[in-house]
């Protein structure tokens, strides 16, 4: 009987944000499958399949729905790879069960618990030029409206939504059913100064240089509070590098991978 010497690979957990679920890593599973054992996750009440879930939405509940689906994935620590909402619920899940997982790359986090009164009153301001017309268009039941006023956002540009490819639109209006949720949640998760600073496994905050003031606000705080993070610039991209330009963001997380 012959056995294999080959290392197993390390195992790569990535986890969507906003308006996404697991679909959307699949141009990425492509490209790191080779290196790496690629596992994504829908969150609750993300995707197709998800639609009417029961339970919370917010931060906490999808940390532990995180560390409950990581420790089934074997007895290693995992690499965590997460965007914009799931880089707040990543960070969260870390802070809460660190033994699971082996480094960290977040893509953009913007949850603003840790952000001092300055950095909030500039918050503030980009968040409501940002979601002023999200929360109309939600409340006045215009989902697919609202859908394309929070690309748009996103995308820090004016028809952003109408020129993305008509798959990944199908995508975000299939999750526009998140959106109350989203944008009502109560769960106040533990990532402040103090939870932020005692995380200790290797970390990549990451943000685009044309990305709008709210996401590098919040990016810039928390690789601050984070003694072990490194904070880096991608530049010439904004909030959607991760769907943009899957190639260059896995280049990314290749070289954060290299490191650890």
């Keep these: 009987m012959k ?115 300055k950095e909030m009153e500039e918050f503030m301001k ?3 030029a940002m979601f002023g017309k999200v929360f109309e268009a939600v409340t006045s039941g215009e989902f697919e409206e609202a ?7 996103s995308g820090n540009s004016a028809g952003y939504f109408s020129s993305q490819a008509p ?20 769960e106040k998760p533990c990532l402040d100064k103090e939870h932020l600073s005692k995380i200790q496994i290797s970390t990549t905050i990451g943000y685009g240089s ?3 003031k709210l996401f590098q606000i919040v990016s810039k705080s928390a690789a601050s509070h984070t003694p072990s993070s490194k904070l880096m610039q991608a530049a010439s991209e904004n909030h959607m590098l991760p769907i943009e330009n899957p190639e260059k963001f896995c280049l990314l997380i290749k070289e954060h991978l290299s490191k650890n």
């Design 167 to 186: 798959a990944l639109r199908a995508q975000q209006l299939e999750n526009a059913h998140t959106l109350p949720l989203q944008l009502s949640q109560t």
């Design 3 to 117: 056995h294999s010497l080959e290392k197993p690979k390390e195992t790569v957990l990535f986890l969507h944000g906003a308006l996404a679920d697991e679909r959307m890593w699949e141009p990425h599973y492509h490209i790191l499958s080779n290196e790496y054992r690629v596992v994504s996750l829908t969150q609750r009440h993300f995707g197709v399949n998800n639609k009417g879930s029961s339970g919370n939405f917010g931060i906490e509940t999808h940390a532990n729905d995180l560390i409950s689906f990581s420790a089934t994935l074997g007895e290693d620590p995992i690499h965590l790879i997460a965007w914009s909402y799931g880089a707040d619920v990543a960070l969260n899940a870390t802070i809460k069960a660190p033994k699971l997982f082996n480094s960290l790359f977040i893509y953009e986090p913007g949850y603003p618990g840790h952000l001092n009164t």
């Design 210 to 212: 044309e990305t709008r």
């Design 147 to 153: 859908v394309a006023f929070l690309i748009d956002g």
């Design 126 to 128: 980009d968040a409501e």
